[in-house]
Every structure is written in C-alpha cells, then in structure tokens.
C-alpha cells in the first residue's frame, strides 16, 4: 500500500514537474526578470497568509488514528472562516506593502492573490482525507490536470504582454481548477455541523504544526523579502527563478516518498521496528536520488538556463548551482520531520525548527553586506548543521545512537559529493555544452554504480521498483 501510494505519487509529480518545467520556460522567455521579481516580493505575504489558513488541523485529520464526521466538518468551516478573515487581512492590508516597497503595481496584485487563499480553503479537507487513505493516484491525475490547464492560460496571458499578472494568473487558474476537481470527485461533503469541543480532539498536535508551519513560512521565505527590500528588482528576478526552480526539484526528488510517509508513519506510531525499517529504507533512497538529482543539475545548470531561458539570466544559473549543492538537505530533512510528526512529536519539531530558522536568519546577513552568493554559500553550512539537528532529535525517539543514525546516510552524502566536484573537473578541460553533458552523465553513471555495489537497502529497493515497472526481477 505504501509503495503504490509512493509510486503514483512519484509519477504525479513526474507529470506536474515536467508541465510546470515547460509552463516555466514559456512564461521565462516572454516575461522580464522584474516580473519574477514583483512576483516573489508578493509571494512572500500570501505564502505567509497561507501558513495561517490551515490551522494545522489538515494534518491533525491526518495524523489522528480514528476521525468522525463532525470533526470533518468542523475544520471545514473552521478553515473556510479562517480564509475569509485572511483575505480580509490582505485585501486592507496590501496599500500597505505597496507603500513598504514603493511600488502601487504590488496593490492589486496582492489583493488577487488573497482570493487564491479563499479558493483553496475549499479543498483541504478532501485532499487530506485522500492523503489520510494514501490514495495518490486520484491527487496525482488531478494535480497534473490543474496545472496543464493554469500553465496553458498563464503562457497564453504571457503572449499578450500582460507581464507580472501573467503569473498571478497561474497561480489563480490553478486554485481554481485544483479544488473544482476535488470537489467532483471527492465523495465526502461537509455537512452544517461546527463544534469547537470536536476541534479540542486535535487541537494539541494541529497548534503545534501550526507553529511549525508559521516559523517555516516565514524563515522560509524571509530572503525574500530581505533581497526584494535591499537590492533592484531585477537581482530578486533571478534569484526567484533559481529558487523557484530549486523548489520544483525539492518536491520532484522527495516529494511522493514525504507526502506518503507521515500518513504511513502515524498509521504504524506503536509498531517500532515496523516505522525504523521504513524510516531507514526511505532516508537512505532519498538521499540517493536527490544527491543524483541536485549534482547533475549542479553540473549542467549553466548551460541549460542559457539554453532554455536566454543569457540574460546567466546569473540566475550561477544562484541555483549553489542552491543545487544544498540539494539534499531538504529532502533528507523532509524524511526525518515527517518521522517526527508521524510519531506525534510536534511540539519537538516546533522547537528544532525555530533553532534552525533563526540560524538561517543569521545567514540572511551575510546577503545584505557581501551579496546574494555570500548567502546562498552561507547556507550550504546551515544545511548541514541541520541536518545535524534532526539527527540527534530522530536518533533520540528510534532509540538508537547518533554514529548509527549517520551511518545510514551520510557516506552517501560525503561520496556524492567527492564524485560531483571530479565530474565538474572535465568541464575545465572545455566549459562546452557537450562537455558539461558528459561531465554530468559520468556522475550519474559513478554514483550509481557505486551505491548499488555498496548498499543492499537501495539495490533492494532498485531490484522492487525496476520488476514494478518491467514486470520482471533482474536480480535473482
């Protein structure tokens, strides 16, 4: 059940990245690198907005063992009025960030934006309750539906040179499309029912992923706003397109195997060796693809953003080579945390998690003396003292030692990384396309062979997904 909900969850995600890869590249070559710009400077409100509107209590429907009627119901309603009240906020409150940037255009671009939040408070409760029976494959179809169909109507406002609201309009379309969908095909309907008493059953854990998800929204996203405040729109341009871009890989490489384990960790929360084996064969394949996934990206980034988007956006290539490098810290992260809450642990997850943000905030500095590169290196260490973090939280609740918890996964990391910087070496022979290329396919080919000579758990897990796809073993 597992594996199957993790594999149409996969190939979701395949459909969406590679619509949202070539949705990207359209709307990149019609808009300006100040487009993105305005564009990340609001997405930094509404994103914040959003971590309010949930309240948490979708993963608290989740993560509950045993959930009734009533209490659907009622974190319905309770989401829907939530929504209402923030879209409030927004509509009155967007002159204000329009005077805070000096830029009258943000105002009713904000305000749009609001409606968007509206719009998906409809929906979380049926997508949580598919997550809750681990039925991928229907959120899969209708996600990769919702954003072909926003991603057609985007490129088609872009084509008529109607600049930054061609993107808001992405964002719109797809809201829209996304919770229409779960609403024709989910069963379940909410019935008039609202009882704060029902809500008091998930309250603890939901106020503590509510604080989790508030902190990471806003560390999350304060770059943001610090570049948009210190430098020209242009520079927030393309640095959010590179970390727009990272996002979808983040999602792309651990997305399917995160989205299933929380549902699937909280199902087996006083099975012990059940939740460590699974714990373990999902660090270990995680680490694997998203250091394969981020080290290729980091060799061939350069000439494929010029090939796809232009030169203009040179720059931008050379924000998401460093960006790729910290690429398996948020999948690696994303395995342990859903661990942490599947488990129930939520007021721990809060408390590592804002140790781990205010040590980023501190990183932020170094953007506002030295440059956005100074940052993003930055980073690079707070991902690992994250990392670090995690792994003393996650050794303590499986009751095993921190020397065995790394050993899981960090030789991974360590030989990964050995094999992307001797790869990048051929590129200083002849910094071609053809060159880069091969520097990226000798990676793949080293690193893979390596670990499937070196791990059984990943040659296991290649030996079961390989005779899934071909119906047949290769392995005997």
Known sequence: MIKRGIIWDFVGKISAFTIRLIVTVFL???LAPEDFGIYGIIFFFTALVQGFSELGFSAGLIQK???SEELKSSVFWLNVLTSVFLFLVIYFSAPLIGSFYGNKELVPLCRILGIILLIGSFKIVQQALYIRTLDFKTQSILSSFSVLISGVVAIGFAYNNYGVWSLIIYE????????????IKSPWRPSYHFSIKDLKQIWGFSSMKLS????????TRLDYLIISKFFPLNTMGLYTRAKSLTQYVNQFSSGSLATVLFPAFSQKQNKKGEVERLYQKSLKTVCFFSLLLSGSLYLIADQVFVFFFGKEWELSA????LMALNGYVFPVSAIMVNLILGLGYAGKNFKIGLIKKVLATIALVLAILFGIKAYLIGMLFHGFISIIINVLITSSILGITIKQHLSWFMPLVVVGYIMIFLSSSLVLLSDSFYMNIASCLSFIAL???????TDSIIREQAHYY????FKKSYIK
């Open 212 to 219: 989790t998800i508030i902190i990471n929204t806003i560390f």
């Open 318 to 321: 050379e924000y998401f080579e």
């Open 447 to 453: 690193f893979t062979i390596y670990v499937l000579m």
């Open 172 to 183: 719109l379309a797809g809201a829209m499309v996304l919770t229409i969908l779960f609403w």
């Open 65 to 67: 063992q045993t959930i």
């Open 466 to 469: 390989y005779g899934r796809l």
């Open 28 to 30: 990149t070559r019609l």
